[in-house]
């Protein structure tokens, strides 16, 4: 069963699963998860946690033998295996613990991000259908003012979509910011109705980006977020070089996309893509392809190319500007 965060408490309530799978690329999300899994699972007798890294070589034998051993405090017992990427190695390991699995034991496993044909992997499947999978990846752009109503909602705050829309300016991004300062405003502010000067006056900025999510805000064709994400990335020191280049390499797929969708349905060219797409980001490429031309895309090539040979050959600190013009080739 495949669960958002903020679901899982609710269902470990109702029952707790023989196994938890937490992928994703949001450090707060994962730790909270783990945290309510814990707490949920100690008040069922669930004494002892054991932990284990299944990066580079890992002990296997130990981890077989927490499997078949007694727990030194009771009868029951959480094992916890982390892993930083996917491996022949770990992956088929997790295979041969899989039949292993018994009420007595729940099995708890983390790790970033999988992609689609991650999650469509042996090991996987198998041991989702015995528990659940917890999605801990960022909340994107259109589920983020939702994100932000449940945590004002949990912590008895109340507020109008205004204030809404200028926490999610403010946070998106950094949610472990955004939770600090949430519980900053339940302190000043406990079970109130939030007015925007309240918010205005207690809240500090702390937004972060990644260049993909400006990338993919150019895509789309949000020109005011993709500048005011380019301004954050700038601020941060992020190099223009990368900047260009990642925009550059993206330009170049979407035009032979485009050159190919003449001759093949754009569907199916998105399907068949390596490594597989996430059907958000085939909605992104998709939209963009619908909104944008074969000359305007070839426009939008040359201009990035043009733009890495000036920084990289002159240092020029104009093209931060020549960028920001960019954005609007993209609506």
């Excluded at 030194?72 to 295979?95: P, Y």
Aim: charge should be neutral; hydrophobic fraction near 40%.
């Amino acid at each position: 069963m495949r669960i958002y965060p903020e679901q899982l408490l609710q269902h470990l309530k109702q029952q707790i699963p023989s196994c938890s799978l937490i992928f994703g690329d949001e450090a707060l999300l994962c730790l909270e998860a783990k945290d309510q899994i814990h707490q949920v699972a100690k008040a069922q007798g669930y004494l002892e946690k054991m932990s284990f890294s299944l990066d580079g070589k890992f002990p296997s034998d130990q981890i077989f033998s927490e499997f078949t051993s007694l727990s030194l405090f009771s009868d029951k017992k959480i094992i916890e295996l982390s892993l930083t990427k996917t491996t022949k190695e770990n992956t088929a390991f997790i295979r041969e613990i899989t039949p292993l699995l018994n009420p007595d034991i729940l099995l708890v496993i983390d790790g970033p991000r999988l992609n689609t044909q991650q999650m469509g992997s042996v090991w996987f499947k198998t041991l989702e259908q015995q528990g659940i999978y917890i999605n801990t990846n960022l909340p994107p752009a259109s589920r983020f003012p939702q994100w932000v109503f449940q945590r004002l909602k949990a912590l008895d705050l109340h507020a109008d979509k205004d204030i809404i829309d200028y926490l999610c300016l403010h946070f998106e991004g950094n949610l472990l910011a955004a939770k600090q300062e949430f519980e900053k405003l339940a302190l000043l502010y406990p079970k109130q109705h939030l007015t925007l000067q309240q918010v205005e006056q207690s809240i500090t900025t702390h937004n972060h980006f990644s260049l993909f999510q400006w990338v993919d805000s150019l895509l789309e064709g949000q020109q005011a977020r993709s500048v005011r994400i380019l301004k954050q990335l700038k601020a941060e020191g992020t190099e223009l070089l990368l900047l260009t280049a990642t925009l550059g390499n993206e330009l170049q797929k979407l035009l032979k996309l485009n050159y190919q969708s003449k001759h093949t349905p754009l569907n199916q060219l998105l399907n068949q893509q390596k490594p597989k797409l996430w059907p958000a980001k085939q909605k992104i490429i998709g939209d963009a392809l619908q909104r944008l031309d074969t000359q305007q895309l070839e426009k939008l090539v040359i201009d990035c190319a043009g733009m890495e040979i000036a920084i990289k050959s002159e240092n020029d600190m104009d093209q931060w500007l020549k960028l920001e013009a960019l954005t609007a080739s993209f609506l």
